[in-house]
């Protein structure tokens, strides 16, 4: 786990070394332990380290192996890369570190750009040919690892953060209008390659972008799970379902293990992190480390659920560790999680992680966490619903996933921005419809989970976890993404993933290792009393944000909008339960914050 960044020159100048250096220096909560910079005709790579396996400067980067002629910078883990090491040993190839860096570079040597078919993991790397100048970015199959582009017409910059873009100078920090779209109608989650700036892109999840020598780009997608039944499971039975699932995951945990430094968990006391606490457990975890946050309770709204994280604790007996967090670090703490974002996330959950992660890095480097079982496992309330008849259809189906997930419809999002930020039509319902109408997802659940699993899971959960562990400068992994098991729960038949109000079959399989309360409570979340409903201080604070004055230069919403919800500051919320003040405010938060500012033209 690391932050990488870089440049390719388009024009045949030489690489912008102080803007290198630049991007490398805000990604340095990425990777507190070390930093790196390599230049080489027209591409230039920039690296901060954060040690987690081979923790001698053998294993530092940008790695260069010079017999091979190839250079890598890149951001995540390779949790097979002892099995490809041997491998390519016996194909006569020989190293010089304990890394996982070194074995990406042999094996893009020895199978080309699909070496990534080989890879078992989290990636968001930069391979640079020496001799002829090529450099392929490439991501991991669910978007783990972020890596994002910004590019004119004489060069092209990456990095594992939009803000480290920003930090390089030289970005069209203009509001992209279809990405305004997604954000305040698609519930937040833009999708790739948009993000909320015109001037920088990301690169989607299982894809491969190659810069050639001449200037050409070529992206290719390497992975796309198949949401259909497979004839070879056709007679299998619920318990077959139970035991391979079982089965997947519990290799998915132990895989998570491979470190040079200790693995703890993030427990939450619901059902998906106790069962990996579970499965740790029964690899032969002892002395494991577990971490549950919780908050002071706000107008009887519980802030923590101690009550189920230390059941679990107990049970298998961990060294558990309760954070407790006052209301007085709140406010504070919004700032730095608001840095801490790549992309404006409204999810109340970022600064219980913000939080979280700041006290768990003091324990330990590297956590596995439960993010994900929801949206591989049906775990939403939407999705029994896609299931009914008038869901059959694509239209049917895009109408009950709109219902439920969207936060509000063209006209209304007209009443709401200005009109230099109006995107016509209906983008976000057309890129639904469009994911829903491809081939390889017959059903509406499929439709819809597939949907939620390439590209909500990744632009939500996951990128929250991603930037929030990152910025204290924690690996974060997320089991339930391991890409073997979501290929399995993608085959499923819905009804078993459905039942049980959802994860029945998930559920089922943790009866075999945690306790029944754990798994027959009510479906949990992060708690954060002080940001379900503003008042005081948070109130001031969003006022303060809408009425400042680089957000009345920017003149992204109509005045009278945001004069009804200020009137009303918790009156109106989305379909599900988002505070529509929130939503507008956390955007001009995260512009400011990042010192993006500007009108539209």
Request: hydrophobic share 40%; aromatic share 8%.
């Amino acid at each position: 786990m690391c932050g990488a960044t870089g440049e390719v020159r388009l024009d045949g100048r030489t690489p912008d070394l102080a803007a290198v250096s630049a991007m490398a220096e805000t990604l340095s909560p990425r990777g507190p332990d070390g930093a790196g910079a390599w230049s080489q005709g027209r591409v230039a790579l920039g690296h901060r380290r954060l040690k987690i396996i081979d923790l001698s400067e053998a294993g530092a980067q940008p790695m260069v192996d010079s017999d091979l002629g190839l250079a890598i910078a890149w951001n995540g883990c390779i949790y097979n890369y002892q099995q490809l090491r041997d491998e390519l040993r016996g194909h006569g190839y020989s190293f010089f570190s304990t890394s996982d860096t070194e074995v990406l570079l042999k094996a893009y040597h020895h199978w080309g750009d699909r070496f990534v078919d080989r890879l078992y993991g989290m990636f968001a790397f930069a391979i640079v040919e020496r001799d002829s100048g090529r450099v392929l970015l490439g991501r991991d199959r669910l978007g783990i690892k972020p890596l994002y582009i910004s590019e004119d017409a004489h060069r092209i910059r990456f990095a594992s953060s939009l803000p480290a873009l920003v930090a390089g100078g030289g970005v069209d920090t203009r509001i992209d209008p279809v990405a305004l779209h997604h954000y305040l109608s698609f519930h937040s989650v833009v999708p790739p390659p948009l993000t909320i700036l015109r001037g920088v892109k990301k690169v989607p999840p299982a894809s491969l972008v190659a810069i050639e020598p001449d200037g050409r780009r070529t992206t290719t997608t390497y992975w796309t799970p198949d949401f259909t039944r497979h004839a070879d499971r056709a007679d299998w039975s619920e318990q077959d379902w139970e035991d391979a699932v079982l089965t997947a995951l519990r290799r998915a945990v132990e895989r998570r293990l491979v470190s040079d430094v200790p693995v703890g968990c993030l427990l939450s006391g619901g059902v998906d992190s106790s069962l990996i606490v579970g499965l740790l457990a029964e690899a032969g975890q002892t002395g494991l480390q577990t971490f549950s946050i919780g908050f002071e309770s706000v107008n009887g709204v519980a802030g923590d659920e101690f009550k189920y994280s230390d059941i679990v604790a107990q049970r298998f007996g961990t060294d558990h560790h309760q954070i407790r967090i006052d209301t007085a670090r709140m406010l504070p703490a919004l700032d730095g999680a608001i840095g801490a974002m790549s992309e404006p996330m409204v999810s109340h959950d970022c600064v219980a992680f913000y939080l979280l992660s700041q006290e768990v890095a003091k324990y330990v480097k590297v956590v596995q966490s439960g993010q994900g079982a929801d949206e591989v496992f049906a775990g939403y309330h939407w999705y029994p619903p896609m299931a009914e008849p008038g869901a059959a259809s694509v239209e049917g189906s895009v109408a009950s996933y709109r219902a439920a997930f969207f936060d509000r419809d063209p006209a209304a999002l007209g009443g709401l921005v200005t009109p230099p930020y109006f995107a016509d039509g209906d983008p976000s319902g057309r890129f639904v419809t469009e994911h829903f109408a491809r081939e390889g997802a017959a059903t509406g659940v499929d439709r819809a989970l597939r949907l939620d699993t390439m590209v909500m899971l990744v632009d939500d959960p996951v990128k929250r976890v991603d930037n929030m562990t990152m910025a204290w400068g924690l690996e974060g992994r997320v089991p339930f993404l391991d890409h073997e098991l979501v290929e399995l729960a993608a085959t499923c038949p819905p009804e078993y993933k459905t039942a049980q109000g959802g994860k029945g079959v998930l559920k089922e399989a943790a009866r075999r290792v945690i306790p029944a309360e754990v798994i027959d409570r009510p479906k949990g979340y992060f708690p954060v009393p002080a940001l379900t409903h503003l008042e005081g201080p948070y109130l001031d604070m969003v006022r303060d944000a809408l009425s400042a004055p680089a957000a009345k230069e920017r003149d992204l919403f109509r005045p009278e909008a945001v004069d009804r919800l200020l009137a009303d500051p918790n009156g109106r919320l989305t379909p599900l339960r988002g505070n529509e003040l929130w939503q507008m405010a956390l955007l001009e938060l995260w512009l400011q914050r990042h010192g993006i500012t500007g009108p539209a033209a």
